[in-house]
C-alpha cells in the first residue's frame, strides 16, 4: 500500500510536476511568442522606414521616376501587408512631380491591398482634395463608407466635400440617413450638419435640431459648446451665455464648457460677471484646472482695467499652477502692470517669468519682453531681447518675424528686408516669411513691380501659404501699381482663405475688394457706359477694343466722363454714410454657402459675369474660420473680445475713410475705369493730354496731369490729404489701410495713439492657456 500510495503519488507528482512544467513552458512559450511579434513589428517598422527614406533619396535625386525604379527593385523587401503604405507614399511623390494619372494608379493599388483600412480611404481623399478633383473625392468617400460602414470620420469628410461641392440636398440626406442610429455614434455628424446649415442661412431650424440633440444627450457637454458657437456666431450673446449656464448644471466636471461659460459671461456682463461665475466654477472642475480660471478671471479685470482685482487673482493664480506653466502668469501680470504704466514692475515680472519658464518656452519670455521695450520706445533694448531669444533653445522663424515687424513698425524698411532676407536662408518653406518680404518690397522703393517679382518666387515655393496669396491680391489691387487687376485679386484671395482661413487680413481684404467691385458694378451699370460696351457681359470690354485712334479717344473721353459720375456720387454716399451694395443673385449666393469660401461667388462681380457675395454671408464664414492673426486684422481688432464681424465694421469704416478723408476713391475709380474700358497702361493718366499718373488729383508730388487740362474729378471735392502728408504713392495701398501703410513707410508708428501702438504691437498673443 505505501508502496502503491508512493506510486500513485509520484505518478501524480510527475503528472503534477508535467503539468506544471507544460504550463510554465507554455507561459514561457507565450511570453516568447509576444517577444517574436514585437521583434518582428520593430523590424517591419524599420524595414519600411529604410524603405521610404530610400525612396525620399531617389525622389531628391531624379523625382518621381527614379522613386518607381527604386520601388520597383526593393518591392520584396517590403514588409507583408505594407504595400499600401508604399504606394499612398509614391502617390505623394507622383502628385510632387505632376503626374496625376500616376497619383491615381497608386492610390488605385493602396486601396486594393488594404479596402478595409479607414486611413487608406482618408489618406487617398486627401490627395484627391489637394489636387481639386472633389468629384472623385466624393466617389472615394461614398465608395469608403460601403467599404467601412459606419465610420464617422469618412462620414464627416464627405459631409465636408458634399458643402464645398453645393449639393445640399445630398449632404441632408446623408445626415438624414443617420436619423435610426444611435446619437452617440453620429454625434460629430449631425453637429457638422447643423454647422452647415448655419453658413447656408437656417439658424432657426439649427436651434430646433440643437434643443432635440441636446434632450437626448443631455449629459455631452460638447454638445453644449458647439451649441454656444453657433449662438456666438450668429450674434445671440444671451442666448449663448443661457446655454452655457444650463450645460454646467449636468455637466458640472466639463472644463472647458466652464471656459465658454467665462468668455460668453465677460461679453455679456463684464469682469466682474466672470468672477462671480469663476467662483462657482471652483467647486466643480478638477483642480489642475483652478488656476486656469483664476487666470481668466485676472485677464477679464486687466481688460476691464481693474488692477486690483486682477493681481488678487493673479496671486490665486501663481499659488494653484504648476510650476513648468507658472511663466504665463507672470506675463499676463506684466503686461497688466505695463497697461498700469508701472514699466519696472513689469520688467521685474518678466525676468520672474524667464525664471520659472521651461528652457523650450524661453524665446516666448524674450520675445515678450522685446515687445513691452518697444511698447516703451526703447528700441535698442528690444533688439538685444530679441538677440537674446535667438540663443535660446527651440527657437524658430517666429524671432525673425518678430525682429521683422519691428523694423518695420518703426519704419527702418531695408533693415527688415535684410532680416527677412536672413531669414528665408534657413526657413526656405515659410510662408510668413515669404508674405512679410513681399509685404516690404511693396513698401519699399522697388513698389509693385518688386512685390510682383517676390510673390512669384514665393508661390512656387510656399505654393499652399495664404499669407502669401493675400500678398498677391494686395499688389493685384494696388491702383497705382501696373499690376491692377481684380480678377487676379479675387483668386488670389480665393486661395487664401482656403488654404489658410485663420489668416485674418484675406477676409478684410474681401471686404476692400468688394468696394472695388461696387465701383466696377457701377460703372458697367451706368447709361453712358451701356451706350458704349453693350450690356455688361465679360465679352463687353473686348468688344469695344476693337477700332482705330478715334475710337481710343472716344473711349477715354467717355471713361472720364462715367468715372466722374460714378466718383461724385459714391464720394456723397460715403460722406454721408449712406453707401451701399449692390444686390446679389441669391442662388449664386447659396452656392457659395461653405467654409472654405473658395468660390468666386464670394467675391464675384458683375464684370467677370458672377455676382457678388452679400456682407453677411463674408460675417458668417469670416465668424466660422476665426481668424486669430495678421497685422491687419490686428488694426482692425479693438480688443481680444472683439467678434469677427466687430472687426468687419470696423474694416468697413478704415476703407471708407480711406476712400473719402484719404483721397483713394479717385485712384480707384480711375484704375477701375482703365480695365472696363480696356485703355491701355500707358493711357492710364487722367484724360486731357497728361502722362500715366502715380499720385491722385490734389497732391502736389509725383508725375501729374497737365494742370491746364479738365480733370474729370474737377467737380469733386479735393481729397484732404492723412497725417499731413500730401498724396497718394503705390506703397500706401500695400497694407489695405492708407494709414497703416504709412506707419511703415515714414516710421510713423510713433505717432500712434497708445491703443493703436498696443494693438499692433501686442496684437498676437502669446498667452494661450
Request: with cysteine.
Amino acid at each position: 500500500m505505501p508502496g502503491e500510495q508512493s506510486g500513485a503519488s509520484s505518478r501524480h507528482g510527475g503528472q503534477g510536476s508535467g503539468g506544471k512544467g507544460r504550463r510554465g513552458s507554455g507561459g514561457f512559450s507565450g511570453s516568447g511568442n509576444r517577444e517574436v511579434v514585437e521583434e518582428d513589428g520593430q523590424k517591419q517598422r524599420r524595414e519600411l522606414q529604410l524603405f521610404t527614406e530610400a525612396v525620399t533619396a531617389a525622389e531628391r535625386e531624379g523625382g518621381y521616376p527614379a522613386a518607381l525604379e527604386t520601388f520597383q527593385a526593393r518591392s520584396e523587401s517590403l514588409p507583408p501587408g505594407q504595400a499600401w503604405r508604399a504606394h499612398l507614399e509614391l502617390a505623394e511623390c507622383a502628385k510632387r512631380g505632376a503626374a496625376l494619372p500616376q497619383v491615381k494608379h497608386h492610390l488605385a493599388q493602396a486601396l486594393l491591398a488594404q479596402p478595409r483600412t479607414t486611413q487608406v480611404w482618408l489618406e487617398s481623399c486627401r490627395t484627391l482634395d489637394e489636387l481639386g478633383e472633389l468629384e472623385e473625392c466624393r466617389s472615394l468617400l461614398e465608395r469608403g463608407l460601403a467599404c467601412c460602414s459606419p465610420n464617422e470620420q469618412l462620414s464627416l469628410k464627405l459631409v465636408r466635400v458634399l458643402e464645398r461641392l453645393g449639393d445640399h440636398r445630398a449632404l441632408r440626406a446623408l445626415a438624414g440617413s443617420y436619423r435610426q442610429e444611435p446619437p452617440e455614434r453620429t454625434c460629430k455628424v449631425l453637429l457638422d450638419a447643423a454647422h452647415f446649415e448655419v453658413r447656408a442661412g437656417n439658424g432657426e431650424a439649427v436651434r430646433a435640431f440643437l434643443r432635440c440633440l441636446v434632450k437626448r444627450l443631455p449629459h455631452q457637454g460638447p454638445i453644449y459648446c458647439e451649441a454656444c458657437r453657433i449662438e456666438s456666431i450668429l450674434g445671440n450673446w444671451h442666448t449663448a451665455l443661457a446655454i452655457a449656464e444650463h450645460g454646467v448644471q449636468t455637466c458640472l466636471k466639463y472644463g472647458p464648457l466652464w471656459f465658454v461659460l467665462l468668455r460668453q459671461a465677460e461679453k455679456a456682463y463684464g469682469a466682474k460677471a466672470v468672477k462671480e461665475y469663476g467662483t462657482h466654477a471652483l467647486r466643480n472642475i478638477c483642480h489642475e484646472l483652478h488656476w486656469k480660471v483664476h487666470f481668466e478671471v485676472a485677464a477679464a479685470f486687466s481688460r476691464a482695467h481693474n488692477l486690483r482685482e486682477s493681481r488678487r487673482s493673479i496671486e490665486l493664480a501663481v499659488l494653484s499652477c504648476p510650476k513648468h506653466l507658472r511663466w504665463k502668469v507672470w506675463l499676463l501680470a506684466a503686461r497688466s502692470e505695463l497697461w498700469d504704466g508701472s514699466p519696472a514692475a513689469s520688467r521685474k515680472l518678466l525676468a520672474q517669468a524667464k525664471v520659472d519658464a521651461p528652457a523650450r518656452v524661453q524665446v516666448a519670455v524674450c520675445v515678450e519682453r522685446a515687445r513691452a521695450e518697444e511698447f516703451l520706445s526703447n528700441l535698442q533694448n528690444a533688439r538685444c531681447a530679441l538677440d537674446e531669444a535667438r540663443a535660446c533653445e527651440g527657437h524658430d522663424w517666429k524671432v525673425f518675424l518678430e525682429r521683422i515687424f519691428m523694423e518695420a513698425r518703426h519704419g527702418f524698411i531695408a533693415a527688415a528686408r535684410d532680416t527677412a532676407l536672413s531669414a528665408l536662408e534657413m526657413h526656405p518653406a515659410t510662408g510668413r516669411l515669404w508674405s512679410a518680404l513681399i509685404a516690404l518690397e511693396h513698401s519699399g522703393e522697388g513698389g509693385a513691380s518688386s512685390a510682383m517679382s517676390t510673390f512669384q518666387k514665393a508661390t512656387r515655393e510656399v505654393p499652399k501659404s495664404g499669407e502669401v496669396w493675400c500678398e498677391g491680391a494686395r499688389v493685384f489691387m494696388n491702383p497705382l501699381g501696373s499690376h491692377f487687376h481684380l480678377g487676379r485679386a479675387q483668386k488670389c484671395l480665393e486661395f487664401a482663405v482656403h488654404l489658410t482661413p485663420q489668416y485674418g487680413d484675406s477676409f478684410l481684404e474681401l471686404l476692400r475688394l468688394r468696394f472695388l467691385l461696387e465701383i466696377e458694378a457701377r460703372m458697367l451699370t451706368d447709361p453712358v457706359a451701356l451706350g458704349l460696351l453693350g450690356s455688361p457681359t465679360p465679352s463687353a470690354p473686348s468688344q469695344a477694343a476693337s477700332g482705330g485712334s478715334a475710337a481710343e479717344g472716344h473711349r477715354l473721353a467717355v471713361a472720364a466722363f462715367v468715372t466722374q459720375r460714378v466718383c461724385t456720387r459714391a464720394f456723397e454716399e460715403l460722406k454721408a454714410g449712406s453707401f451701399t451694395f449692390s444686390s446679389t443673385n441669391p442662388d449664386l449666393a447659396r452656392q457659395g454657402a461653405h467654409p472654405d469660401a473658395s468660390a468666386s461667388t464670394v467675391v464675384g462681380g458683375i464684370g467677370d459675369g458672377i455676382e457678388p457675395l452679400a456682407l453677411e454671408r463674408l460675417e458668417v464664414l469670416c465668424a466660422y474660420a476665426d481668424p486669430n492673426y495678421g497685422f491687419l486684422w490686428f488694426w482692425c481688432r479693438e480688443s481680444s473680445l472683439s467678434t469677427p464681424l466687430e472687426v468687419l465694421i470696423r474694416m468697413r469704416e478704415e476703407v471708407a475713410k480711406d476712400l473719402v478723408v484719404g483721397g483713394a476713391l479717385w485712384a480707384y475709380a480711375w484704375a477701375v475705369a482703365c480695365s472696363v474700358f480696356s485703355l491701355r497702361v500707358d493711357e492710364q493718366a487722367v484724360p486731357g493730354g497728361g502722362s500715366a499718373p502715380r499720385r491722385a488729383p490734389g497732391s502736389d508730388g509725383g508725375e501729374e496731369a497737365d494742370a491746364s487740362e479738365p480733370s474729370p474729378a474737377a467737380s469733386m471735392p479735393p481729397p484732404p490729404t492723412l497725417e499731413g502728408k500730401p498724396g497718394l504713392a503705390a506703397r500706401d495701398f500695400a497694407i489695405g489701410s492708407l494709414r497703416l501703410a504709412r506707419c511703415f513707410t515714414s516710421a510713423g508708428g510713433c505717432a500712434l495713439e497708445q491703443a493703436e501702438r498696443r494693438r499692433l504691437i501686442f496684437g498676437s498673443d502669446i498667452l494661450c492657456v
